[in-house]
């Protein structure tokens, strides 16, 4: 890096005047522009000298003067060359031009020839200046495209130990030397400092997010540059007191913008795989356990029906293994649920999908009812020729005697449910109609949420509040929907609506 | 408690503590029962005596149900195969109907469920298979092979060829879950296996011309997933 810093004369703190003389800094800075002009005109004397010692002609002598010129224009510049060069004719004329030591010239031929001298000064300074300058301004942009470099290389590169706010601002100041560093996150709203800012410099680099332009604040020597991600401002980006141009400011910026999207995708990345991880693991615990309780359940189970089946006990006897035998069975329900429940969570879920008839799939579900009285309360409405739809029958089907058993749980006793299947082109829609609770406007998108039940249905029996937020899950995966109109008057509507084969996404 | 055997059944599982819980039900209610736990074991059982029906656990470890399914079937052509499954092993329970299966139960069951399974493949065993060309009733619904006529309630109903065909496979195993590979083979012949459209175009004719209301039959039931059952009138 330090090799890279070119000499920058301009910055040169002439210390041996402060040392000689023990001058001020201002004092300091003033005299220091003098010094060009002492050195040319020592140079010139030396010449002269030379030249004057050496004997040498006009021409000779012009040329070495014309030397001195260019050594001044490269080094400092045009105007100290011009003053060298007006010195330079003023002791060609006085030494070597006859009459000697006067400034009169008695040939006309000698008056061309400092005329043509000047002029070639001038020229000659002006133009190796100006390639000075430029070769100057080349290093100059070399340096910026390597900081700008050296700065990507750092930012891009993420530190997770670090918040990537401050981060960047401290590398963009370190390397570009710069006082401070204001980032302003507009995604967080969070705003970062590196170094001693100006105090408004935060509120200043807000208000160029908002403006969404680049300024220039003269008075401070900062820049104020909108971060943008395409066109869309998403921070801002203030840089005190360092020299910096225009188009390196908004390369930086740019950079910066990057930089935080890069960071900010990368905290994305990393949550999604934390909670990808979290919900495996989750899912893995309720799976085992799940199959765990359904074991002991299902012995449990056998042998209570299996007792009461064998008969011969008494009244409270019979009662109570009853009591054992519905209660097993629901909690066996409730692990099946769970484990239903699971296994849809599993990222690598996919329902197998074919061409099956809605209708049939409702049969089943129905028939799986456990008692006949249940199973006639259910009226089926098909069309004469019913569309296929797109389903998992084994899925779509536990999805249905989820709804089915729901609509018996919240229905008048004994009153009639009707399920009826109607057909388009693109989907086949199966509503479940039952007489009885009506669900309120506000539960209804969250009575598919999962563990919610709506007020008024907690003390029911049978449920956790699993079962509506699983049929949800199932007629996601297939692309299709589900949803609840309700009116105490007409009563209860579940729908789902799968595409049909023809329309297949 | 004892009274004569309502049939010799075998029970195949894994789970000590589910065998105990059945044997002792089962024992009661007047079933004479063996146990075996893995499918070798119950393939010598079987050897050695003669059993009404099997109740035959699917997954079990060596030898899976669908293995022993497959061999029992092969030299006990009249045993009556009651397989047990879960709720999570659909494709299971079609590869051993397939193989050979007769009927299948899901766990956890109750035990009045099982019994009723039970009595009707002990009968099934020991009246053995029906006479081919003998009339099959079922509840209203009357078949009479030889003349190829179909009556409900003595009404005679227009049968199609392969209708014909269809309902009286199905109703020659009523009772029976019948899986649709097993139903293309049987009625279309060994060539088919997978046109499921063909089935449930017919089963859709057959259901408009047999049951009081189509949209839910009596008779012809959709196993769903499966195949298709004849249900007996309960």
């Not at chain 1, 045009?78 to 004719?89: L, N, P």
């Not at chain 2, 766990?107 to 009339?135: D, H, Q, Y």
């Amino acid at each position: 890096m330090g090799a890279m810093k070119p000499a920058r004369p301009a910055k040169v703190d002439h210390e041996w005047l402060r040392d000689v003389w023990g001058l001020s800094r201002a004092a300091r800075a003033k005299l220091a522009v003098l010094v060009p002009y002492c050195c040319s005109l020592a140079a010139v004397a030396i010449c002269t000298w030379l030249a004057f010692h050496l004997g040498l002609n006009l021409a000779s002598s012009g040329f070495l003067y014309l030397v001195v010129v260019v050594l001044v224009a490269v080094h400092w510049g045009f105007w100290a060359a011009t003053a060298t060069s007006i010195v330079a004719v003023a002791c060609l004329n006085y030494f070597f031009v006859p009459p000697l030591f006067t400034f009169g010239v008695s040939d006309p031929e000698n008056l061309v020839a400092l005329g043509a001298f000047e002029f070639t000064a001038l020229v000659t300074s002006r133009l190796s200046h100006r390639a000075q300058v430029r070769a100057a301004e080349a290093i100059a942009e070399r340096h910026d495209s390597e900081r700008l470099y050296q700065t990507s290389r750092q930012i891009l590169l993420p530190d997770k130990s670090r918040e990537p706010g401050s981060f960047i601002a401290s590398r963009v100041r370190e390397v570009f030397e710069l006082r401070a560093v204001v980032l302003f996150d507009a995604v967080s709203a969070s705003t970062y400092v590196s170094g001693s800012s100006p105090p408004d410099a935060e509120q200043r680099a807000r208000a160029a997010y908002f403006v969404n332009s680049d300024t220039f604040d003269s008075d401070s020597n900062t820049w104020f540059c909108p971060l943008r991600l395409g066109v869309r401002p998403v921070g801002a980006l203030a840089l005190c007191e360092g020299k910096m141009t225009s188009l390196m400011a908004t390369a930086l910026a740019s950079l910066c913008a990057i930089a935080m999207e890069r960071a900010r995708s990368f905290e994305k990345e990393c949550r999604i795989e934390a909670a990808r991880q979290a919900e495996q693991l989750r899912t893995a615990v309720l799976d085992a356990l799940a199959h765990e309780f359904k074991t002991p359940l299902s012995i449990i189970w056998t042998s209570s029906s299996g007792l009461l089946a064998a008969g011969g006990m008494s009244d409270t006897q019979t009662e109570l293994v009853a009591l054992v035998d519905e209660q097993a069975r629901k909690l066996n329900d409730l692990a099946s649920q769970l484990l239903g429940a699971a296994k849809l969570d599993n990222t690598e879920f996919k329902p197998q999908r074919e061409p099956l008839l809605l209708s049939d799939l409702a049969n089943a579900a129905i028939r799986s009812l456990e008692r006949q009285e249940w199973r006639d309360r259910f009226h089926l409405h098909i069309p004469v020729h019913e569309t296929s739809a797109l389903a998992d029958g084994k899925l779509i089907t536990s999805a249905l005697g989820q709804i089915v058993d729901n609509a018996i749980k919240y229905s008048i006793p004994g009153s009639p449910i009707d399920i009826r299947v109607e057909g388009s082109e693109a989907e086949t829609v199966l509503t479940v109609r039952n007489q009885g609770l009506a669900i309120a406007p506000a539960d209804r998108e969250r009575i598919f949420e999962r563990f919610y039940r709506a007020p008024g249905t907690q003390h029911r029996p049978g449920g956790i509040g699993l079962g509506l937020s699983i049929v949800k899950r199932i007629v996601d995966a297939h692309h299709g929907r589900v949803w609840v109109e309700s009116a105490p008057d007409s009563g209860t509507l579940f729908s789902i609506a799968l595409p049909t084969a023809a329309n297949k996404p | 408690m004892m009274t004569t055997s309502q049939g010799n059944i075998l029970i195949v599982d894994d789970d000590p503590k589910f065998r105990r819980a059945l044997h002792s039900t089962l024992h009661t209610l007047g079933f004479e029962i063996m146990e075996s736990w893995n499918g070798e074991e119950a393939i010598k059982e079987v050897k050695n005596r003669r059993f009404d029906v099997v109740l035959l656990d699917i997954n079990m470890p060596g030898m899976g149900g669908v293995e022993t399914c497959r061999a029992l079937r092969r030299f006990s052509p009249g045993l009556q195969i009651l397989i047990l499954t879960v709720r999570e092993s659909e494709d299971d329970k079609i590869e051993a109907l397939d193989a050979g299966a007769d009927d299948y139960i899901t766990k956890p069951f109750s035990i009045p469920e099982l019994v009723a399974r039970l009595k009707a493949a002990v009968r099934r065993a020991r009246t053995g298979p029906p006479e081919t060309n003998k009339a099959i009733v079922v509840g209203n619904i009357e078949l009479d092979p030889e003349r190829r006529t179909v009556r409900k309630k003595q009404e005679f109903l227009h049968l199609t060829p392969k209708q014909f065909d269809l309902l009286h496979y199905l109703m020659a195993h009523a009772g029976l879950p019948i899986t649709h590979a097993r139903l293309l083979h049987a009625v279309w012949g060994p060539e088919y296996g997978h046109e499921l459209e063909y089935l449930r175009t017919y089963i859709h004719q057959l259901r408009e011309k047999l049951e009081d209301d189509p949209a839910s039959p009596q008779y012809l039931l959709t196993e769903a997933w499966l195949g298709y059952r004849f249900s007996e009138p309960e």
